[in-house]
Nanobody, 115 residues
Framework: QVQLVESGGGLVQAGGSLRLSCAAS????????MSWYRQAPGKQRELVAR???????NVASSVKGRFTISRDVAKNTVYLQMNSLKPEDTAVYYC?????????WGQGTQVTVSS
């Protein structure tokens, strides 16, 4: 069983920055991919960014140029650096890991961007 624990959410003004962290209980290099998703009230959960086992990354077009996903394999931690935040980025952000054919999720961390 893989446990993922997110941290770093909070309240920030528009234009500000936050860095989310996702600490995994097992080696993240063993994961096929580690991802950040978000879910705003009344909306479906959407993929924000992903980093594959080999280190390749991709981000959603809605956050490209503002959000960056990275990892520290020594700490088994994945990060989401969020810059130039907008009110529409307000959501619960979830970390997810795919190990083999299994998906694991964190509990989520709230990000609120005020205008």
């Amino acid at each position: 069983q893989v446990q993922l624990v997110e941290s770093g959410g909070g309240l920030v003004q528009a234009g500000g920055s936050l860095r989310l962290s996702c600490a995994a209980s097992t080696k993240i290099v063993s994961a096929n991919a580690m991802s950040w998703y978000r879910q705003a009230p009344g909306k479906q959960r959407e993929l924000v960014a992903r980093i594959f086992g080999g280190g390749t990354t991709n981000v959603a077009s809605s956050v490209k140029g503002r959000f960056t996903i990275s990892r520290d394999v020594a700490k088994n931690t994945v990060y989401l650096q969020m810059n130039s935040l907008k009110p529409e980025d307000t959501a619960v952000y979830y970390c997810a890991g795919r190990y083999g054919i299994s998906d694991y999720w964190g509990q989520g961390t709230q990000v609120t961007v005020s205008s």
